[in-house]
């Protein structure tokens, strides 16, 4: 699991209420795929791979866990706790809640790897297709 010393410099400085379940939260998503990286971004945690971003702490001033999924409705399995009609999101209570939602968690970031694997698949498909007609 790759933690980023600026994603802990963010924590010592910002002190979330809900740190302890902020912190469970970020564990699960960073270990549930080894492309899964995290980064600072306009003052707040952002999870991504390669093929983008998969996730943000939002409104984390506030006592709770509301992570923001930047693509949530590509998503296709059945998430009983994702919310939200356009923006998706999912909310964790406290640090228990996020390790009792955890297989969730680790089910919609490994399929939202696969969505990127499949993406990055094609374009390099369609790149070497377009170089053969070319010659």
């Not at 270990?31 to 093929?51: C, D, K, L, N, V």
């Not at 983008?52 to 399995?77: C, H, I, K, T």
């Not at 059945?78 to 809640?97: N, S, W």
Request: aromatic share 6%.
């Amino acid at each position: 699991m790759a933690t980023s010393a600026a994603v802990e410099r963010w924590f010592a400085s910002t002190k979330p209420p809900s740190e302890a379940a902020l912190r469970r939260v970020r564990d699960i998503v960073l270990g549930a795929h080894p492309s899964m990286r995290e980064r600072i971004q306009y003052g707040i945690t952002f999870s991504s791979t390669r093929s983008g971003d998969f996730a943000a702490f939002v409104r984390y001033s506030e006592p709770g866990v509301n992570l923001r999924l930047m693509r949530g409705r590509r998503l296709r399995g059945r998430y009983p706790h994702l919310e939200g009609a356009t923006v998706k999101r999912i909310r964790i209570g406290d640090q228990r809640e996020a390790s009792a939602r955890a297989s969730e968690l680790r089910s919609m970031v490994k399929e939202w790897c696969a969505l990127g694997d499949a993406a990055q698949a094609k374009a390099t498909a369609t790149r070497a297709t377009s170089r053969r007609a070319r010659r």
